[in-house]
T-cell receptor
Framework: ETGVTQSPTHLIKTRGQQVTLRCSSQSGHNTVSWYQQALGQGPQFIFQYYREEENGRGNFPPRFSGLQFPNYSSELNVNALELDDSALYLC?????????????FGQGTRLTVV | KQEVTQIPAALSVPEGENLVLNCSFTDSAIYNLQWFRQDPGKGLTSLLLIQSSQREQTSGRLNASLDKSSGRSTLYIAASQPGDSATYLCAVGGTSYGKLTFGQGTILTVHP
């Protein structure tokens, strides 16, 4: 089991609402990445934060935003929720921002938008 | 744009069989390749990480190989057990920042 924890584990929101998901990275890791995994699909990269700054972004609209805090924990915020935002959201931490380091994933947050 | 494909999409085998899962990628300029296991509704558990300079990695009954030039990796599972039933995902790290590009996974069922 990794040291990456996510909260909450499940939540249900109404279309148009806003949601905040949280991730606590593994001890010693300064980089957090967020992924969206729709049912039956592989995870899709949303963005990465390295030392409190966004370090790369996938093909997601601006209503997906994030923060990283001085202790390297992170939040994913999604505004104006749409039905298609229903998915498993995964957080991964790593010891460096580059792809050459191993990523460790949390258990995910299952978001359902109704 | 990197694309990752996994074959087969699903596999059902009797307990004890040796099996091979395949992963291919279109851009050979990668830093590493990781194999993950995912149980239903759960997060990802890292199984093996192969750096681009390596040819294979082994952990217990698992062996992963990497042929970067041909854009292929295989995950070999020896003596499969019902507890191996899960979705197996491969992911490549190929950019200067830590973006992983995933395949869609292979759903493995090992029946007693």
């Amino acid at each position: 089991e990794t040291g990456v924890t996510q909260s909450p584990t499940h939540l249900i929101k109404t279309r148009g609402q806003q949601v905040t998901l949280r991730c606590s990275s593994q001890s010693g890791h300064n980089t957090v990445s967020w992924y969206q995994q729709a049912l039956g699909q592989g995870p899709q990269f949303i963005f990465q934060y390295y030392r409190e700054e966004e370090n790369g972004r996938g093909n997601f609209p601006p209503r997906f935003s994030g923060l990283q805090f001085p202790n390297y924990s992170s939040e994913l915020n999604v505004n104006a929720l749409e039905l298609d935002d229903s998915a498993l959201y995964l957080c991964a931490s790593s010891g460096d921002r580059g792809s050459w380091t191993e990523a460790f994933f949390g258990q995910g947050t299952r978001l359902t938008v109704v | 744009k990197q694309e990752v494909t996994q074959i087969p999409a699903a596999l059902s085998v009797p307990e004890g069989e040796n099996l091979v899962l395949n992963c291919s990628f279109t851009d050979s300029a990668i830093y590493n390749l990781q194999w993950f296991r995912q149980d239903p509704g759960k997060g990802l558990t890292s199984l093996l990480l192969i750096q681009s300079s390596q040819r294979e990695q082994t952990s217990g009954r698992l062996n992963a190989s990497l042929d970067k030039s041909s854009g292929r990796s295989t995950l070999y599972i020896a003596a499969s057990q019902p507890g191996d039933s899960a979705t197996y995902l491969c992911a490549v790290g190929g950019t200067s920042y830590g973006k992983l590009t995933f395949g869609q996974g292979t759903i493995l069922t090992v029946h007693p």
